[in-house]
């Protein structure tokens, strides 16, 4: 899993976030309460496949808007910009749970533009 976006030759920070499996009727379901972002599969490996996709382009299309660093934001993301830019990733006690129970769950590298 790659999740390289391009950057125009701003520098990017990664970010681990967790992303759940939730079974819903035939299909299984990757869900990342941090981003609220999620994505469906008819089995495990066809959920985490297309929850890369959407994550790629939720990230690429709000770099390319301008609107990551404040959409982050409004998620519960913090920004510290010294020593050096990162964004953190909001506390998992501060994040929606959902409403189906979690099968499993995988850890996620997503990489963030900063500029």
Partial sequence: ????????GVSTVEAFVEVQL????????SYCPALELSSFGKDEEDA??????ALNIFIDELHKRGTLEKVLLNL?????????????????????PHPLSVKKSF?????????
Avoid: C, H
């Fill in 1 to 8: 899993m790659s999740n390289y976006i391009e950057t125009d």
């Fill in 22 to 29: 939730i079974k819903d009727g035939d299909y299984i379901v």
């Fill in 48 to 53: 985490k496949e297309g929850f890369e996709e």
């Fill in 76 to 96: 519960g993301w913090g920004l510290r910009k010294l020593p050096v830019a990162s964004f953190v990733p909001p506390e998992q006690k501060y994040l929606k």
């Fill in 107 to 115: 850890n996620e590298k997503v990489s963030i533009p900063v500029y």
